[in-house]
């Protein structure tokens, strides 16, 4: 069976924000566990140049939706970026969940070609949707996911790999 271009898309983030999700649970168990206080997590990051680990939530929430939004032709709600508390990291995952399952498999299949423009600062690149999504928007929001998984092991949650990876 030859996987679709929404299999390979909208299920995908779908499932990385559920680990997300998971990961940024375990931190406040951790938090609750050693009296660290939560909002020490949300605020932590890896290094000094580098997102908190709310900031990574918020762009992975971003490259999801816009990821997913752009490959099927349609325009993402947008979020304001101003979560400070561990509740509302969680309602911002729990948003673009709620957007993601609202993009039908019809939106997404068969739109491989097309095309993605996308500005970055100030360069506007062209991408078909399929090169779009494999080469900037899943890495970008892996990206993400990663790193908000590494600044909570680097604070001392007790995560591992099959966190981040979930059930097979």
Known sequence: MALSFYDISVPVFLRGLGQLSHVLDKGLVHAEATGLDPAELVQARLAPDMLTLAGQVQRASDASKL??????????PSFEDNEARYEELHARIAKTVDFLKTIDR??????E??????KVRDTQ??????????????????????TAYDVLRHRGVPVGKLDYLGRF
């Not at 019809?106 to 739109?111: E, Y």
């Not at 070609?113 to 996308?118: D, N, T, Y």
């Not at 991408?127 to 996911?145: D, G, I, K, S, W």
């Open 67 to 76: 990821g997913a939004a752009r490959v099927a032709g349609i325009t993402a």
């Open 106 to 111: 019809a939106q997404v299949d068969g739109a």
């Open 113 to 118: 070609h097309r095309p993605v423009m996308l």
């Open 125 to 146: 690149i062209e991408f078909t949707a399929e090169r779009y999504l494999l080469q900037f928007a899943l890495p970008n929001f892996f990206f993400h996911v990663t």
